[in-house]
Nanobody, 124 residues
C-alpha cells in the first residue's frame, strides 16, 4: 500500500513536501513516481526516481523547482516542491512500479500500485 500525505494550501512561491510511505510490499521496486491531476485535466507525470541508482526524471514544467528523494529506512519517498505556482494546483498521487524500463517511466500504465492522492492548492 502507498500512503501519500503533505498536501495543503500554499501561496505562490511557497514550498510543500509530499511524502509517500510504502507498506506491505518490498521497497525494492523498480521506480517510484509522482503524478498529478488538475480539475478537468488528465493525470500527468510529475517525476520519478529509480530505486536501483537514484536516477530521477521530471516533467519540464517542474524541473529546477521539484525534487524527489527517498528514505530507505522509513520506506518513504518525498516530493519537495519549491517556487510553487497556481498551475501546480492538483491532486498529487504517488505510484510504485514493480518492474519497468526507463523509457516508460513517464507512463502511468507502468505503475502497478497507487496511493490515494493528496490535494495541493496554490491560489492565483
Amino acid at each position: 500500500q502507498l500512503q501519500a500525505s503533505g498536501g495543503g494550501l500554499v501561496q505562490a512561491g511557497g514550498s510543500l513536501r509530499l511524502s509517500c510511505v510504502v507498506s506491505g510490499r518490498s521497497f525494492s521496486t523498480y521506480a517510484m513516481g509522482w503524478f498529478r491531476q488538475a480539475p478537468g485535466k488528465e493525470r500527468e507525470f510529475v517525476g520519478a526516481i529509480l530505486m536501483s541508482d537514484y536516477n530521477t526524471e521530471y516533467v519540464d514544467s517542474v524541473k529546477g523547482r521539484f525534487s524527489i528523494s527517498r528514505n530507505n529506512a522509513k520506506n518513504t519517498v518525498h516530493l519537495q516542491m519549491n517556487s510553487l505556482k497556481p498551475e501546480d494546483t492538483a491532486v498529487y498521487y504517488c505510484a510504485a512500479a514493480s518492474s519497468g524500463d526507463f523509457l516508460r517511466i513517464r507512463i502511468s500504465a507502468m505503475y502497478d500500485s497507487w496511493g490515494q492522492g493528496t490535494q495541493v492548492t496554490v491560489p492565483a
